[in-house]
């Protein structure tokens, strides 16, 4: 299989220098990386909301289920527990998955429901054209807010920490060897699995500068450490100048939804109606 | 009492197990041979407040409650303070001696006998029902059979508690045993949930909220035997989405709500429409607006049933009218929203999700065939165009194949398009299945028949108005005529249903006349509505004094 293959003929709508362009490249590598590591494609399916990260949907050649906004997680909680042998894996956005979606986000990690979710986080609305969202800084001026916004943004990385996710990462849209890494390891990892990606927007909110000379990676010593994940996770509040870490912040190995709670093999028909015979005698 | 009808009341304070004394009588009149109905009345409370259960037997087929009662069994002042009334003249008020005062009819001494057995207070209704029993000529056998079956734990001290109560009462007057096969009884939120699993559920999601709450108690229950799953997620968003991606994934699942739910779920049924995925939805009406009376009945969303969600897309839409009828769509439902990429919604109500019914074990609609599976199909098109308007269903993993469904309009592979031909074509494509669904739909008796059925004039109803107009139509000589299928609507099926009509009166109980509306699309001009908005269904006799007030 080769690249071009998990690229569809639909013709990319994106803006120019859009940092769709750099995930869905990642994105690509991964999923050919894990095709030959015996993940075939086929069994991947990429569940998008709506915003611009969505249109990966169309852009992709791979199975997928274009959503509603801001609900991937749930959808695809029931692909996935229907039949665990999907690998899948939620594209959403940051007005999507920290807005109008948050409180699945909250309780996918709560269940380690072993599913990845990449949320596209450029900090603003773009399909909408220009408002700010849940990770905009305080006093983001957007369209809806010309004066600035009156609202802190919350940490994605913290929240989903204490919610019980066992695989954190941030990655970079510019930053596409790593990103690439983060979500083979991300969608191969049993349990919850989370990257905030830090997504160019060239038209709204054009952090590149500013992104270029904060970064840097954190080291991989002690992954499985909470508190060390804690102090990492709150290191930058998508908010205030500060150094701003890229990479696998915590690993941790749990139970998952799905291992609680295996699929069973269906009745045939005949024990079905033998068991509803059953029902019914025992009520005469 | 009178020929082959008992009726019987059981009233206590919210706790004391009113429903299962109640449940336990409605078996015993069952394994008697009678066609039973228990209509249950309780606050939205946990402990306080009066409950009370209304069983009624009958030789006929029961699906409303009568108003007399030759059996009230009194746990509390309150029930004979406010049922007093409803005692028929021949009938007997069995009571707690500790708890009841100033009335005669047989008394007993639960508090003694609870204290003599160390049984604790809750154990009272096995009491009033070991009296009962015995009042009614009931022999013991049977009785303690039915309260093995009914009791989940302690049956020892409950048996004994009862034989008590049983052996110092007195019997006031035999129940007689109909000769008839013995029907299981059943609550509709159970027929429902045997309905689903019929239909070949795997994942039954659900929020609690009455009155549905019980359908997944019910399935939860037997998850291990029916290999089954229940999952009760963080809100009606997230049970509505869950079940469309096992859709996506091949697998069958089901979910139930009320209205408030359903108003959440409603984007998703929307997203159901376009993206052409089966979904079940029970929506158990209860009286609204917003949280309304959370535990009373309403049949107030039939629009809203029919509507909800935005854009034009084909639905079903059946509303049983019993635990039979419940049972017979609930599977109807599974398979047709299967077949034709659909949601169905099966609108119940209070009365039907929470009530008992007897029903008949082999009444059973005939198995509707799923969509034929497009193995050799290669390209795959998840939404190729073909005459019928439904594309073959294959699920994912395939190799070489791409699976996708799509909330936008999409072309034959899903990807989204906002060209005009394609969204013409994709819009004719649901249409074109809603058309063929509706012939199906007019294979499966859609509209029923009840009442005097020659008459000229139809009482028209839906759901659970259904047996109190049967009923009230035999008392009065009219015609019953009860659409189950409300959406694709059958049209064939209900005209012949309506032949030789010439006045037509609609009962619902809701406040606008939905129905009366609703038919007026097809072109049926109702002469009179008689409408009930108290959060309570019809009586028998309250219906047949409307009904005469609205025929004279």
Known sequence: ?284 | MMESEVSVLVGGPAGAGISSAGQVVAQLLGRLGYRVHMYLDYPSRIKGGHNFAVIRGSGGQPGAIREKMDFLLALNQETVGLHRHNLAADGVIVYDAGEVKNTSGIAVAIREILAEEDAPAVMGNSAILGAFARAAGIGWNLFEDVLRLSIPKAVALNLAVARRAYDAAEEHERVPVLDRPVFPVFSGNEAIGIGLIEGELANYFSYPMSPTSNIMHFLAGLQEEAKIRVFQPESEIAVVLMALGCAYSGTRAAVGTSGGGYCLMTEAISLAGVAELPLMIVLGQRTGPSTGLATYTAQGDLYFALNGGHGEFPRLVAAPGDAEEARAWAVAGMDLSWKFQVPAILLADKVVCEGMFSLDPDKILKRRQETPSAESNSPYHRYALTGSGISPLRFPPVKGEVIRVNSHVHDTDGITTEDPELTRAMAEKRWKKERILEGEIEEMDPVNILGARESSTALLCWGSSKWACHEAGEKNGLRVVQPVVLSPFPEKGFARAMDGIDRIITVETNETGQLSRFIREFGYHPDDTILKYDGRPFTVEELDTRVKEAVS
């Open chain 1, 1 to 284: 299989m080769k690249g071009e293959d998990l690229y569809s003929h639909a013709q990319v709508t994106w803006c120019p220098g859009c940092g769709n362009f750099g995930v869905r490249y990642a994105l690509r590598e991964a999923l050919l990386e894990l095709d030959r590591d015996g993940i075939p494609v086929e069994n991947v399916v990429i569940v998008t909301g709506i915003g611009q990260h969505g249109k990966m949907f169309d852009f992709m050649n791979i199975n997928g289920f274009y959503g509603l906004h801001g609900r991937t997680i749930p959808i695809a909680a029931g692909i996935h527990i229907a039949n665990p042998d999907l690998r899948v894996i939620c594209i959403a956005g940051d007005g999507d998955c920290y807005a109008e979606g948050l409180e699945h986000l909250v309780f996918g990690a709560k269940r380690n429901l072993d599913i990845t979710v990449l949320v596209h986080d450029n900090r603003v609305y773009g399909l909408t054209t220009g408002q700010y969202t849940p990770t905009s800084p305080f006093r983001f001026r957007g369209r809806s807010t010309p004066d600035g916004s009156r609202e802190h943004p919350f940490n994605p990385l913290e929240l989903v920490l204490t919610s019980g996710a066992t695989f954190i990462g941030r990655g970079y849209s510019r930053r596409q060897e790593q990103l690439k890494d983060l979500i083979r390891e991300a969608v191969l990892h049993r349990g919850f699995s989370f990257i905030d990606i830090l997504q160019i927007c060239v038209t709204y909110n054009d952090m590149t500068e500013y992104y270029n000379s904060h970064i840097y990676d954190w080291d991989q010593d002690d992954l499985g450490d909470f508190e060390a994940a804690c102090r990492k996770a709150r290191e930058w509040d998508y908010d205030t100048e500060a150094p701003i870490g890229l990479g696998l912040m915590y690993r941790s190995g749990k139970e998952t939804f799905e291992e609680l709670c295996p699929v069973p093999e269906q009745l045939k028909p005949g024990e079905r109606a033998a068991l509803v015979r059953k029902i019914m005698d025992e009520r005469r």
